[in-house]
Nanobody, 125 residues
């Protein structure tokens, strides 16, 4: 049984940093593009960042570009999201995801086939 398990969320003050991890088990996702999405209360799930299977290509939402960095360690079957200069508007549940391949846009949640359960991030002002 495969699993994607996020960790690293928590409460942080504005301007602080957090590093999220998403560990996979049950199968290898080393050849799969990976992504991070988030969902704030009362809002739709939105794209945050994505990374190609070999880690050479990364993509970011405009709202986090320059503050967040996605990376992956295929040997550990894990993807990371380093979040710096956090703002209260970054408060959300963060989900990691894996796609067999992209047939359209990496920003679209329906491109992803596997999802974690999410980890809560709260940024206080």
């Amino acid at each position: 049984q495969w699993q994607l398990v996020e960790s690293g969320g928590g409460l942080v003050q504005a301007g602080g940093s957090l590093r999220l991890s998403c560990a996979a088990s049950g199968r290898t996702f080393s050849t799969y593009p990976r992504g991070w999405f988030r969902q704030a209360p009362g809002k739709e799930r939105e794209f945050v960042a994505a990374i190609s299977s070999n880690g050479l290509n990364t993509y970011y939402a405009r709202s986090v570009k320059g503050r967040f960095a996605i990376s992956r360690d295929n040997a550990k079957n894990t993807v990371y999201l380093q979040m710096n200069s956090l703002k209260p508007e970054d408060t959300a549940v963060y989900y990691c995801a894996a796609a067999r391949y992209y047939s359209g846009s990496y920003e679209a949640s329906n491109e992803y086939d596997y999802w974690g359960q999410g980890t809560q991030v709260v940024v206080s002002s």
